[in-house]
C-alpha cells in the first residue's frame, strides 16, 4: 500500500504543498506566462516562488489558444523577440524533458491586393535583415505546399501571393503549461490552485504582498501574469493599464485526412486555418469587436468565420464543426505587450497585454522578465514593451503583424 502510494507521488506533474504565508516571489496567474516566469526564476536560483492560479493551471488563454508559433512580426523589436520565443521553443521540449509536440510545418500569410503584397514585402524585408526565415511565394509554389486550396480566380478575394515563414508551426499547449508546472516545482516553486487573488497590499510605494481567497501572502516581488484579467489585478495594487478585454473565439471540425501542412492566414477574409495531428481543421478569425468578459460562442462568428475559411479551402465544406470555444485577450493601443516594472508601485511587475499572441511570447517572456526581477535591470530584448512607451508617445505599430486580420 506505502508503495503504491509513493509510485502514485512520484508520478503527480508538481507536487501538492500548504501555502505558507511568505514568498519572494508571488506570481498571480497560473497559465504559460507564469509558470515560465517561476521556471525561469527557479533557473536563475530564485526558488522561494509561488505561482497562485484562481482555477487549475492553464485554464485561461493557456488552454484556449490556437497554439500557432510564429516569428514573422512586422517591427524589429517585435521580430527580435518573438524569434528568441521561437527559438527557446525549439528546444524546449528537451530542456523540459516532456513531449511538447512541436511541429514546425510552416505558416502562410496571404495577400489578396497589390497593397497586402507590399505589407508582406515590408515584413519579409524586415524578417530577412533580423535573419528570420521568411519570404514572398508566388501562386505556384503556395500551390506546391497546399494543393487544396483555391487559387483561382473565382473568390471574391483571388490569392495573388503569401508570405512564407517555413520556421512557425503548431505545440501541444496543454503539454507546454504542464511541461514548465513540472518543471519549476521540481526546482522548488510552489503550485497553488483554487486560490483567488482579491487584493493587491502596497505600503510607502511598494508592494507588501497579496490578499487571498485563502488569506494574507506577504511577498517583496508579485509579478501581474494574467490575461483577461490583467486590469483587474493590476488594480489592486491601484495600477492603470491601457488595455480594453475583448473575446476571442475559435473552432474545431472533425478530423479528416490531412490536406494541410502549413497554418494558413488571411488578413483580407479575417480568418486562419490549420490542421492538427488529429486530422481536425482548427480555424480562427480575429478578436469579437466588442469588448467583453464573455466565454460565450456566437453564431455570428461560426458563420462568418465558416464561410470566410471556405473561400480558401472549400474541400473542406462538408465537414462538421465539432466545438466552438471563446477566450479572452487584453488588447493595448499598439497590439504590443507590457512588460515591466511599474512607476507607481516597486516590485509589482507586468507580463501583460499579450492579445491574441500571448502563447508564441511565453518562452521568451518567462526568461526575460525572470531575468528583470533576479537582476533589477530590464534586458534589452523586453526594454521596448515597457508601459512607459505609452506616456513617451513610442507605440510599437505592431498591429500589421501581430494578429490575423490587419
Ligand atoms: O498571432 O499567429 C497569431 C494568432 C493566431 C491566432 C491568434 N493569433
Known amino acids: 500500500m506505502v508503495a503504491l502510494l509513493s509510485l502514485f507521488r512520484k508520478q503527480r506533474m508538481w507536487s501538492p504543498e500548504e501555502i ?7 506570481i498571480v496567474g497560473g497559465g504559460v506566462h507564469g509558470l515560465a516566469i517561476a521556471y525561469e526564476l527557479a533557473k536563475l536560483g530564485v526558488t522561494d516562488v509561488a505561482v497562485l492560479e484562481k482555477s487549475y493551471i492553464g485554464a485561461g488563454g493557456s488552454g484556449r489558444n490556437t497554439a500557432i508559433i510564429r516569428s514573422n512580426y512586422r517591427t524589429e523589436p517585435g521580430v527580435e523577440f518573438y524569434d528568441e520565443s521561437l527559438k527557446i521553443y525549439e528546444q524546449l521540449a528537451v530542456e523540459l524533458d516532456y513531449n511538447l509536440l512541436f511541429s514546425q510545418h510552416g505558416h502562410l500569410t496571404f495577400a489578396h491586393t497589390e497593397a497586402g503584397i507590399v505589407g508582406l514585402r515590408v515584413r519579409a524585408e524586415t524578417n530577412q535583415v533580423l535573419g528570420v526565415n521568411s519570404r514572398i511565394i508566388d501562386l505556384k509554389e503556395i500551390a506546391e505546399l497546399v494543393p487544396a486550396l483555391d487559387l483561382s480566380d473565382r473568390p471574391r478575394h483571388p490569392i495573388m501571393a503569401a508570405l512564407y515563414h517555413p520556421p512557425g508551426g503548431t505545440i501541444r499547449h496543454d503539454a507546454v503549461v504542464w511541461g514548465y508546472a513540472r518543471a519549476a516545482s521540481r526546482r522548488g516553486v510552489a503550485i497553488h490552485t483554487g486560490v483567488e487573488v482579491t487584493g493587491v497590499n502596497v505600503a510607502d510605494g511598494a508592494v507588501t504582498g497579496v490578499e487571498t481567497n485563502r488569506g494574507t501572502i506577504h511577498a517583496g516581488v508579485v509579478v501581474n ?42 488578413a483580407t477574409l479575417h480568418v486562419y486555418v490549420n490542421q492538427t495531428d488529429r486530422g481536425e481543421l482548427v480555424i480562427g478569425s480575429e478578436i469579437d469587436p466588442y469588448s467583453s468578459y464573455s466565454h460565450r460562442s456566437t453564431l455570428p462568428f461560426l458563420e462568418s468565420t465558416v464561410r470566410h475559411a471556405l473561400e480558401l479551402l472549400p474541400a473542406a465544406a462538408n465537414a462538421r464543426v465539432l466545438r466552438q470555444w471563446a477566450g479572452i485577450c487584453d488588447m493595448t493601443p499598439d497590439f504590443g505587450p507590457i512588460i515591466g516594472t511599474v512607476p507607481e508601485v516597486r516590485g509589482f511587475v507586468v507580463d501583460v497585454g499579450w492579445g491574441t499572441y500571448g502563447f508564441k511570447a511565453a518562452p521568451a517572456a518567462g526568461r526575460r522578465t525572470a531575468e528583470l526581477i533576479a537582476t533589477g535591470r530590464t534586458p534589452d530584448v523586453i526594454a521596448p514593451f515597457t508601459i512607459e512607451r505609452f506616456a513617451n508617445n513610442q507605440p510599437l505599430g505592431e498591429k500589421a503583424a501581430a494578429a490575423v486580420s490587419h
Open 20 to 26: 505558507r504565508p511568505r514568498y519572494d516571489v508571488v
Open 225 to 266: 501574469a494574467t490575461a483577461g484579467w490583467a486590469t483587474t489585478i493590476a488594480a489592486m495594487a491601484g495600477v492603470r493599464l491601457p488595455i480594453v478585454t475583448h473575446p476571442l473565439q475559435a473552432m474545431v471540425t472533425e478530423p479528416l485526412k490531412p490536406i494541410l501542412n502549413p497554418v494558413l492566414v488571411s
